[in-house]
Every structure is written in C-alpha cells, then in structure tokens.
C-alpha cells in the first residue's frame, strides 16, 4: 500500500534562518506531488506541484521554493524564512483510479512556527 | 475563477444525530470531481468521500453521503449516526486540472462537534 512520510513534524525557526521540509511517498512511482500550506482555521492553498523529476510549477509567488531531487521524494524550501512563513505544510500525492480519477491523499503534515 | 464555499463556520450536534454540512462551488468545467476532506485535531487531511460531476448517482461510504446537485453547484456531506470521533473540521473540495496535474481549490471549513 502507499504512504506518505514528512518531515520534521514541528519546527521552530527564527526569521531569516532557512527551511528545509521534506516529503516522501511509498508503495507508488511517478506519482504528481504537491506542497499546500494552511494558515490557522482555514483551508488549504496550493503552493507547488511536480509531475517528474526536476519539474516543478509555482502557485503563487513567494518566500519559498521547491525541488524534487527524486521520483518519490519532494522537498520545500526557504533561503530566509519570514514571520507570514508560519503555518501548517501539506504534502500530497495523486492517485490514479480506472477511467482516469484521482484523489489526493494527504502527508500528516509539518507545523512550522517562525519567530 | 472556481471558487468553493462554506457558509457554516460551526455547526454542532448531540451524539447519534444526523447532521448535514453545506457546501457551493463555482465551475464553468463540465467534467470534475468534489470532495469531503476531514481534519480532526491531529491536523492530519483525511479523505471522507469523492463524487464524480458525471455521475448522477450520489456517492455513499457508510455513514457519510452526499447530496449533489450539479445544476444548482451544490454538494452537502450528511453524516448519519454521528460520532464523537466525527467531532473535526470538514472541508469540501473541488478538483480542477493544471497542467498535467490537478489541483484541489478549498473551501474555508466547517468545525463540527459531536457532544455526547
């Protein structure tokens, strides 16, 4: 069966440290991965996606990048953090059903706190 | 633009009763998937349900069904029965493609209580 692991579960950083979060999916290859960040009491918004390795697509523009150095493996980024960078980070991936669904399943998820 | 909305920030029910959670979406896509996604205080995303736009027949998994009504773009979650374990926030989804990918557009949530 498939899994999807993140890492570290809590952080805390100081402003202007940098980020490394990471994201990595079992039991599945060539999978679409994507980054989505949830701010405290509201729904999730999607920061990036990769469909294969060295792809990715930004969002919406910001603080943060993203890389997949491996096929099941994504990772998210920050040169310099900012306060706004807090927030809860959501790793995902797509399934693929018979007739072309899908569904995403969601990683637990990273909380990150910037002070 | 798709948009998804919520209008029940908070919603709460006593144990075994059935509760329904609303939820709008905007398209001008033909072809689409909705989803129920629950978080409860782990925070952790946990899929309750998917319903195909092509589908007439609404999607059901044990307790939780739905009621979707593609000409009016609505999509209620009923929970049936409920539970203390369904106490979570319930966030409905809509997925759209992206460039060989597909992304899911949110809507704000609803918090819902289950008391015993």
């Known amino acids: 069966s498939q899994t999807i692991h993140q890492w570290p579960a809590t952080l805390v950083q100081p402003v202007g440290s940098p980020l490394s979060l990471e994201c990595t999916v079992e039991?599945?290859?060539?999978?679409?991965l994507y980054w989505y960040r949830q701010a405290a009491g509201r729904g999730l918004q999607l920061l990036f996606y990769s469909v294969g390795i060295g792809q990715i697509s930004s969002e919406v523009p910001q603080n943060l990048s993203a890389s997949r150095p491996q096929d099941r493996q994504f990772i998210l980024s920050s040169k310099k953090l900012l306060l706004s960078d807090s927030g809860f980070y959501l790793c995902?991936?797509?399934?693929?059903?018979?007739?072309?669904?899908?569904?995403?399943?969601f990683g637990p998820g990273t909380r990150l706190l910037v002070l | 633009a798709q948009t998804v909305t919520q209008s029940q920030p908070e919603m709460s029910v006593q144990e075994a009763e059935t509760v329904t959670l609303s939820c709008t979406y905007d398209t001008s896509e033909s072809n689409y998937y909705l989803f129920w996604y629950k978080q409860p205080p782990s925070r952790q995303m946990i899929l309750v349900i998917r319903q195909e736009a092509y589908k007439q027949q609404n999607a059901t998994e044990n307790r939780f069904s739905v009621n979707f009504q593609k000409a009016a773009k609505s999509f209620s979650l009923k929970i049936s029965d409920s539970q203390l374990g369904d106490t979570a926030m319930y966030f409905c989804a809509f997925m759209k493609p992206i460039e060989g990918a597909q992304k899911l557009v949110f809507g704000q949530g609803t918090r819902l209580t289950i008391n015993p």
């Open positions: 995902a991936w797509n399934q693929r059903w018979p007739g072309n669904q899908e569904t995403q399943y």
């Open positions: 039991g599945t290859s060539n999978p679409n």
